[in-house]
């Protein structure tokens, strides 16, 4: 199983733009379909976006379509999530995790562990 550490969260202004990062570690990381989450305060943790094994396909939620975009660089086992226009209603921690399937990376219930995951603050 591959092993994914987030990075790249912060604190931006509304209308601002970050990139997240999602490193993968091991030879299989091509292998997977890789999925980003979040959640915010006193809320579920929801889907954001997710990208298939070759990076051709990409799922996003409706909040985030139009805003953010999701690419992956296999060669440097990373994925990334670039985020312009913030919202403060975007403030959440984020998440990275790796599945088969573009499906199986799009229901944060089908996940029973969570790492640290990065914090993106948008201030209005």
């Known amino acids: 199983q591959v092993q994914l550490v987030e990075s790249g969260g912060g604190l931006v202004q509304a209308g601002g733009s970050l990139r997240l990062s999602c490193a993968g570690s091991?030879?299989?990381?091509?292998?997977?379909?890789v999925g980003w989450f979040r959640q915010a305060p006193g809320k579920e943790r929801e889907f954001v976006a997710a990208?298939?094994?070759?990076?051709?396909?990409?799922s996003y939620a409706d909040s985030v379509k139009g805003r953010f975009t999701i690419s992956r660089d296999n060669a440097k086992t990373l994925v990334y999530l670039q985020m312009d226009s913030l919202k403060s209603e975007d403030t959440a921690v984020y998440y990275c995790?790796?599945?088969?399937?573009?499906?199986?990376?799009?229901?944060?219930?089908?996940?029973?562990?969570w790492g640290q995951g990065t914090q993106v603050t948008v201030s209005s």
């Open positions: 091991g030879r299989t990381f091509s292998s997977y379909a």
């Open positions: 990208i298939t094994r070759s990076g051709i396909g990409r």
């Open positions: 995790k790796a599945g088969l399937t573009l499906d199986s990376v799009r229901d944060p219930s089908g996940f029973s562990s």
